[in-house]
């Protein structure tokens, strides 16, 4: 279980370049003029009127879910990671960086070697599970593969202790399911019930690839969703996983069989695992962790042999010979997600690389791509926009003084990462050669699972970074109270910074991604956690509840908008980011006003800064997506879609009103009462 990590971007990113000049002419054609689709009115449809003139222009290509901006700027990263790789690939060298990026490029992208391999390079894994005899064997084995990245029945990690934010802590969680989450097991509405329905066929073929006979295979595939069932009845909703409280228990390792589960003997399997150093650990959900105790002490023996090698090959399906891949892709990318075809193989090693050695890659991208200047461009820019929201703060009528004070010294304690982290990790003991694909995925999880559980007893490094330098994300960690920008979130596609105005820049960047993860700091969940990163309560009672009664304006706004089909946006499980939205594009409009550029007013190809600010916003959420994949986003994503991400804050803007007109009439009109008024 990683760090509670607030991205501004999700499945929709946005890559943002952020800073501008005041010249009022670009040197190419305005990629506002570009993407615009003037027959719609401003007022009714934002986000059209932003950006269909390019989506209309563009369809989604058949191996992708979803396309837009972000996918422009990843293939432009892409092409610079390719190059990375081929050239240490022509190195061959036989130790250090060059080596392991070079000899996992290679294993990759020989499918003749992955595909004559089959499924032979995992057998050693599978004779272990068939050899188990008993749940205390099924136990030790689920141990066992936690410990290279296969998270059979529970989810776990190590990660700050919410409350004590100076230690490393150790959390236990629901998982072990192989839908995206406990909703896909319950559900009633046609797609989900499809989804369940093919799900038991999926399971049955894996087994087949693995010459089991079609009946049999059958037969396993339904105990196997039975079981998983099971589990998922005791699993929280999406929603209730935001309640930070609620999913903090702290429990001595030597009571969790008293007061968890009487059959599974914890101490030994965590000791297996590598927990060591700590002598208590984090249940996020006791009640699943009950349910895992009965099933695992009541289910056939063969049942679990049979989950455990079925979530074995479906973890790993991504590295083995075609067959696999392909009955992996049908059903998770294709069924769910509503990808015709898989992505380039090229592209697709290179996202496993990033997941097991992204910063020994991220350090040779950011020594090319980004340098010493442009890091400090946008550190300058955090602390306009951290200006700007001081100011806000301190103007705000419904907060009491008190909890002002420790609002403004939270902000002021943010720290700033840019770029690039400024120590890197060392993968010198990771293991990667030339022969197999899967084993180099293996190997690495494997040294991941070790370097984490070494941070337990030890201080806690603040120094870290939980996304490479080429990642197109952003985030905010309460835990660390900082909001963290790494290089590739300032790429845009075909144009350089100085080509970009500032009106537009602040829309696209100081909004969505700096202003954004700042506010993070005080949502819903994010205002839990004082200035030191701890899970402690520093809101009066008064405050508090004034919090909750304005935010409730923004759940029911969202509540109301029906992306697709009957799927209405979860208001709850989404308020986080939504109210990051909302307070991004006021701090970072609140920032713009500083500037010359708005001071000016001058017009750039017939729009004032104010309209090119929104504009500049819209342009980062220039994104379109399949109903399938939009259908999983709302049961699975704490993010909105990426159109109601623009459509649904902007009518609690007033100088949105101001710059499009927005009248009683228009469909983006909210009257004044029920109007956002928080930050």
């Known amino acids: ?61 058949a191996e992708e879910s979803s396309w837009g901006i972000a996918h422009l700027v990843q293939n432009e990263l892409y092409a610079r990671l390719r190059k990375i790789n081929e050239d240490a690939e022509k190195k061959n060298a036989k130790s250090g960086t060059d080596q392991q990026i070079g000899d996992f490029w290679h294993s990759g992208m020989d499918s003749a070697n992955i595909n004559k391999q089959g499924i032979e390079p995992l057998r050693e894994e599978m004779n272990k599970i068939n050899a188990m005899q008993t749940p205390k064997d099924v136990m ?118 008293k007061k968890l589960s009487p059959n599974i003997e914890w101490p030994s399997y965590l000791q ?17 962790f009950k349910q895992l105790d009965k099933v695992v002490a009541s289910e056939n023996i063969q049942t679990l042999k ?3 090698t079925f979530h074995l090959v479906r973890t790993f399906a991504s590295y083995l010979s075609q067959p696999f891949f392909d009955n992996h892709f049908n059903f998770y990318n294709k069924l769910i997600r509503g990808a015709e075809q898989p992505r380039p ?71 700033k990462k840019v770029g690039y982290p400024n120590k890197w990790k060392d993968f010198s003991a990771l293991k990667i050669d030339r022969n197999s694909y899967v084993m180099n995925a293996l190997h690495a999880n494997e040294w991941w699972n070790n370097y984490e559980m070494n941070k337990l007893g030890k201080p806690v490094d603040r120094e870290e970074w939980e996304m490479t330098p080429q990642t197109y994300n952003a985030y905010y960690n309460p835990s660390n109270n900082e909001i963290v920008l790494p290089a590739g979130i300032f790429t845009v596609p075909g144009y350089r910074d100085e080509e970009l105005d500032d ?58 908008m029906v992306p697709v089909d009957t799927q209405h946006i979860n208001g709850r499980a989404t308020l986080g980011e939504n109210l990051a939205d909302l307070g991004g594009l006021l701090i970072g409009l609140d920032a713009f006003k500083q500037t010359e550029a708005y001071k000016k007013g001058e017009m750039i190809n017939g729009y004032t800064p104010l309209q090119r600010y929104f504009l500049g916003y819209a342009l980062g959420w220039m994104y379109q997506i399949r109903k399938e994949q939009l259908a999983s986003q709302l049961l699975t994503d704490v993010h909105s ?36 008024r928080l930050w």
């Open 306 to 308: 049979d989950y455990m």
């Open 1 to 61: 279980m990683k760090p509670i990590l607030y991205g501004a971007l999700a499945t929709a990113t946005l890559l943002a370049s952020c800073t501008g000049s005041d010249k009022k002419e670009t040197k190419k054609e305005d990629i506002v003029l570009l993407n615009r689709d003037t027959t719609v009115n401003p007022a009714d449809d934002f986000f059209e009127y932003a950006v269909a003139g390019w989506t209309k222009k563009n369809p989604i290509p």
């Open 140 to 257: 030790a084995m689920a141990a066992r593969m936690h410990t290279y990245g296969v998270g059979v029945f529970y989810g776990e990690g190590v990660s700050q202790d919410a409350k004590a934010s100076d230690v490393m802590a150790y959390y236990m969680s629901q998982g072990g399911i192989g839908l995206p989450n406990r909703d896909y097991y319950f559900n009633t509405d046609e797609r989900t019930t499809k989804i369940r329905n093919e799900y038991p066929n999926y399971i049955s073929r894996v087994f087949q690839l693995m010459g089991v006979d079609s009946t049999t295979a059958k037969t396993k595939a339904t105990a196997i969703v039975a079981m998983e069932k099971q589990l998922a009845s005791q699993s929280r909703k999406l929603e209730a996983l935001r309640d930070p409280y609620a999913n903090y228990n702290k429990m001595a390792i030597s009571d969790l069989q």
């Open 272 to 288: 297996q695992m590598g927990v060591k150093h700590v002598d208590s650990v984090i249940i996020g959900q006791p009640e699943f």
């Open 345 to 415: 193989r090229w592209k697709r090693v290179l996202d496993a690389e990033e997941g097991a050695m992204g910063e020994a890659l991220g350090q040779l991208f950011a020594k090319e791509y980004f340098n010493e200047t442009a890091k400090k461009r946008y550190e300058n820019m955090v602390e306009n926009v951290r200006t700007a929201y001081k100011a806000r703060i301190e103007k705000l009528d419904w907060m009491t003084d008190s909890t002002k004070q420790k609002a403004l010294v939270k902000l002021a304690a943010i720290t």
């Open 503 to 560: 009106a537009l820049v602040y829309g696209y960047a100081a909004a969505s991604t700096i202003g954004h993860e700042i506010t993070h700091g005080f949502d819903d969940e994010g205002r839990q956690f004082d200035a030191k990163g701890n899970l402690q309560n520093w809101w009066t009672a008064k405050d508090e509840e004034e919090f909750k009664k304005r935010a409730e304006v923004l759940v029911k706004q969202f509540n109301n």
């Open 641 to 676: 879609p990426a159109k109601f991400r623009v459509n649904g804050p902007l009518p609690n803007i007033p100088e949105f009103y101001e710059a499009f007109n927005v009248k009683p009439g228009n469909k983006l009109y909210l009257p004044d009462s029920l109007r956002v």
